[in-house]
T-cell receptor
């Protein structure tokens, strides 16, 4: 069954500390994975996707097929990174249906 | 350019009442989606519409119906609301395949 697991409900770090938000997936095939972010009082929005191999706002995520993981990382957290982060897996087929994880709330302390 | 617009933003219903959540997008997207967001459960897909005139069930469709009125609009109807449907509802849209989802601002629904 297709599934996305985010084991941490809350991750609290201090400003300037490294951040790693964990995401593991279950998918038989070649996965397409995304990170979405929801800042306070803002809409849910795409942060990055693995096929782009991009860095957005200092965040990166590498797909590790051996460990079935797509962890989100940032070397130095900023207070403005505080938000809810969702890992998402695209279902197979021609639509953009996404399976979301349960989300991790990142709190960056000053 | 408004993007994805949802109405209402807040709603309180009594058990058994019905209501329709409205969603419209002005980006000429083919695909539209309804998700619900619950604490500890993330976002779960209720229904989606790959294109005008088509709708399909998602993960949690029971108790809901949808209408893809035209390319712009995709409404979600609760025929007989239940407390278990208390949630935050998000509408989203996208272009076909490999495109990101654009989300509305959400509707906070409480069923008493």
């Amino acid at each position: 069954a297709q599934r996305v697991t985010q084991p941490e409900k809350l991750l609290s770090v201090f400003k300037g500390a490294p951040v790693e938000l964990k995401c593991n997936y279950s998918y038989s095939g070649s996965p397409e994975l995304f990170w979405y972010v929801q800042y306070s009082r803002q809409r849910l929005q795409l942060l990055l996707r693995h096929i782009s191999r991009e860095s957005i706002k200092g965040f990166t995520a590498d797909l590790n097929k051996g460990e079935t993981s797509f962890h989100l990382k940032k070397p130095f957290a900023q207070e403005e990174d505080s938000a809810m982060y969702y890992c998402a897996l695209k279902e197979g087929g021609a639509t953009n249906k996404l399976i979301f994880g349960t989300g991790t709330l990142l709190a960056v302390q000053p | 350019n408004a993007g994805v617009t949802q109405t209402p933003k807040f709603q309180v219903l009594k058990t058994g009442q019905s209501m329709t959540l409205q969603c419209a997008q002005d980006m000429n997207h083919n695909s539209m989606y309804w998700y619900r967001q619950d604490p500890g459960m993330g976002l779960r897909l209720i229904y989606y519409s790959a294109s005008e005139g088509t709708t399909d069930k998602g993960e949690v469709p029971n108790g809901y119906n949808v209408s893809r009125l035209n390319k712009r609009e995709f409404s979600l109807r609760l025929e007989s609301a239940a407390p278990s449907q208390t949630s935050v509802y998000f509408c989203a849209s996208s272009r076909p395949v490999n495109e990101k989802l654009f989300f509305g601002s959400g509707t906070q629904l409480s069923v008493l």
